[in-house]
């Protein structure tokens, strides 16, 4: 059975730094689009960032230059660095993968930016 799970997630005051990660099993990692969402009470779920399997990032607008996306094939792991929170980026941050029609989807991590 695939998994994505997510780790990193906690309280942070605004403007301090996180950083998740996601560790997937029984999936070809490298092969995999990989991507982290997130979802704010009351709201939809959102796109933050994405990186290819050829290593091409993109990121949400609120988040690009303060979000690093990165990947490393060797360890199956996504990590998503989080610099200068803002209040707003409190959420679930739920990890993605996505290869040839199949998607795969991890619990997710809370997050929350509060003084």
């Known amino acids: 059975q695939v998994q994505l799970v997510e780790s990193g997630g906690g309280l942070v005051q605004p403007g301090g730094s996180l950083r998740l990660s996601c560790v997937a099993s029984?999936?070809?990692?490298?092969?995999?689009?990989m991507a982290w969402y997130r979802q704010a009470p009351g709201n939809q779920r959102e796109f933050v960032a994405g990186i290819a399997s050829s290593g091409g990032t993109n990121y949400f607008d609120s988040v690009q230059g303060r979000f690093t996306i990165s990947r490393d094939n060797a360890k199956n792991t996504l990590y998503l660095q989080m610099n200068n929170l803002k209040p707003e980026g409190t959420a679930v941050y739920s990890c993605?993968?996505?290869?040839?029609?199949?998607?795969?989807w991890g619990e997710g991590a809370q997050v929350t930016v509060s003084s």
């Open positions: 029984r999936i070809i990692f490298s092969d995999y689009t």
């Open positions: 993605y993968a996505g290869h040839q029609g199949r998607t795969y």
